[in-house]
């Protein structure tokens, strides 16, 4: 499966975005979906994740309550609302997926790549 992600740009503390990622091929809905962001000088961390059928979503610490992951199987195509930003949000966000599972929540889990998007929240 081929991923492209979107969305991203520059906020304002507080402010929000949503971020879309776009799947190639016929079997999305057999896929985990998730979402990690990697910051300058940091390792890639793990955001948010849903299952196949949007039924289940989980989430890092330090987004729970201000972002929200979803999927839209018939368009092929996972979002992530992020919503009261904060400078640390600031990162280049992927989506992300694992083939068969439910969710998936760590880089070493991952099957499928997309190519990243850049958020920068201003203080």
Do not use: H
């Not at 990697?38 to 729970?64: C, H, L, M, W």
């Amino acid at each position: 499966v081929q991923l492209q992600a979107s969305g991203g740009g520059f906020v304002q503390a507080g402010g929000s975005l949503r971020l879309s990622c776009a799947a190639s091929g016929r079997t999305f809905s057999r896929y985990g979906m998730g979402w990690f962001r990697q910051a300058p000088g940091k390792e890639r961390e793990f955001v948010a994740t849903i299952s196949f059928s949007g039924g289940t979503a989980s989430y890092s610490d330090s987004v729970k309550g201000r972002f929200t992951i979803s999927r839209d199987n018939p368009k092929n195509t996972v979002y992530l609302q992020m919503n009261s930003l904060k400078p640390e949000d600031t990162a280049v966000y992927y989506c992300a997926a694992k083939f068969q599972s439910i969710l998936v929540t760590a880089t070493t889990l991952v099957d499928y790549w997309g190519q990243g998007t850049l958020v920068t929240v201003s203080s």
